[in-house]
DNA sequence: TACTCAGGGCCAATG
DNA sequence: CATTGGCCCTGAGTA
């Protein structure tokens, strides 16, 4: 059932099954078999980019040839003695494929859908004050820096740095402070939005809408203002994590990999909040918002992550909240699907160094992720549209101003999210192992 | 052994 | 004429 809906990945025209590695519709079955077996070579009339879709992939041969063995079309399964019938050595791959995909479809259906709506359901029950929401809060008046030791199990040799430093996270939390609250003490009832955000915000007060009066150069400053503070996300799930480990016994601690997940875990509540939160997002019905969320959420999640290593993170060593990890100990004990999914990570990380990646423009892709347009189940397709390509000036606009002597930077940027949503696969299906993994113990 | 399903081939339609 | 793509035939691997 779940293949009815996958769509070719060269052309978007309907799959009608696995072909040469990898599912894909009866016309480029076709197409690619020819080209192998007549060892055709064509040529671009154009720059080599082609668009491809259903009207217009017989335009060029040539971008088309490309973009199948760009997808991973594979010349070794057209058979050189033109048997028919039977069966070759990707079997097995189509096996294995099918049951991610299934598992991802189930995960996707099961799982994250009632971990949005448990978090929805949190939050509409109980209003929250400010205090409720940052349950960390008083740590930010400890005395700095605050350090404290997690006991730490699983590998004795692992050099594995647990020193947490409020240091390096903490930025000007009181400044946002006010910001922050008059947003989440706001009646969360999402469909009226608009009643209550002119309640709450008679300064910015519109028919039209919380931001409509912003003018554009403002429109990114508005965003960022209402930004929880980056300690603050970390003092939550580092709290959570304390939590946890308090209920535990001094000889039963967690190890560095499930730590990993936890955190993982409590990031993703965090980000829930963190778009429930979001004037843009409240504008939206909540039908629509909960479709974008179960959509987006692994994406947000790696783009977090991301952020967190390019601006804290060391060379070599990977950053999590408080805590470090030496990049080559994960390389080297972990399995194979969260090795290479850190490896992907730190290229990616790499580049964003390289582009100076900066908070705003983290902001932005984040937003960018999150109203997705061509998420299936939208209801009011135009708003998410308009949002996003909002949302997309602003960052263009703001790359243009503040970083004039990198040239395209705003294209870079773009670039990077295809690998985003790539490794964000990835994660979700690791993730959904290591839940079945944990439940059969 | 019956069934599956990804290979190959066929051929009317298209230009 | 060459190319396309929907449909059908085949047969090794699988339950
Ligand atoms: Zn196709
Ligand atoms: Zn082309």
Not at 61 to 86: H, I, N, S, W
Not at 126 to 135: G, K, N, Q
Not at 143 to 161: A, I, M, N, R, V
Not at 249 to 256: E, V
């Amino acid at each position: 059932i779940p293949e009815s809906e996958e769509s070719c990945p060269v052309c978007g025209d309907r799959v009608s099954g696995y072909h040469y590695g990898l599912l894909t519709c009866e016309s480029c079955k076709g197409f690619f078999k020819r080209s192998v077996q007549n060892n055709k070579h064509y040529t671009c009339t154009e720059q080599q980019s082609c668009p491809m879709n259903r009207t217009q992939r017989k335009r060029c041969p040539y971008c088309r040839f490309q973009k199948c063995l760009a997808v991973g079309m594979k010349t070794e399964a057209v058979r050189a003695d033109r048997m028919r019938g039977g069966r070759n050595r990707f079997g097995p791959l189509y096996r294995r494929d099918r049951q991610i995909k299934l598992q991802r479809a189930d995960y996707q259906t099961n799982v994250a859908p009632y971990r949005i709506k448990m978090e929805t359901t949190i939050w509409h029950q109980s209003p929250l004050t400010p205090h409720d929401h940052y349950p960390a809060e008083g740590l930010t008046s400890l005395p700095l820096p605050y350090s404290e030791q997690l006991p730490l199990t699983g590998h004795p040799q692992e050099k594995c740095h647990m020193s947490f430093d409020y240091h390096t996270a903490s930025t000007s939390h009181a400044m946002h402070r006010t910001v922050s609250e008059t947003y989440t003490t706001r009646s969360t009832q999402a469909s009226s939005s608009n009643a209550n955000i002119v309640d709450c915000d008679p300064d910015h007060a519109s028919p039209l809408g919380p931001f409509s009066s912003f003018l554009t150069p403002n429109f990114l400053d508005a965003l960022i203002e209402s930004e929880q503070d980056e300690s603050q996300l970390c003092a939550k799930v580092l709290s959570s994590l304390q939590r946890e480990q308090a209920n535990r016994g001094k000889h039963d601690c967690l190890n560095t990999f499930s730590i990993m997940c936890k955190m993982a875990d409590q990031t993703l509540f965090g980000l829930v909040e963190w778009a429930r939160n979001s004037a843009l997002f409240k504008e939206l019905k909540v039908e629509d918002q909960m479709v974008l969320l179960q959509n987006c959420w692994s994406e947000l999640l790696v783009l977090d992550h991301l952020y967190r290593q390019v601006t804290y993170g060391k060379e070599g060593l990977l950053f999590l909240t408080q805590a470090q990890i030496e990049v080559s100990t994960i390389i080297s004990q972990a399995g194979v699907t969260l090795s290479g999914l850190v490896s992907r990570t730190q290229d990616l990380v790499a580049k964003l160094k390289a582009l100076y990646f900066d908070r705003k423009e983290f902001v932005c892709l984040k937003y960018l992720v999150l109203f997705n347009p061509d998420v299936k189940a939208v209801l009011n397709r135009r708003q998410v549209e308009q949002t996003q390509e909002r949302v997309n000036r602003a960052l263009m606009e703001h790359t243009r101003q503040t970083h004039a002597g990198h040239a395209d930077k705003f294209g870079q940027l773009l670039l990077r999210l295809p690998e985003v949503r790539s490794i964000s696969l990835q994660v979700e299906e690791y993730l959904y192992q290591q839940m079945l993994h944990t439940k059969h113990n």
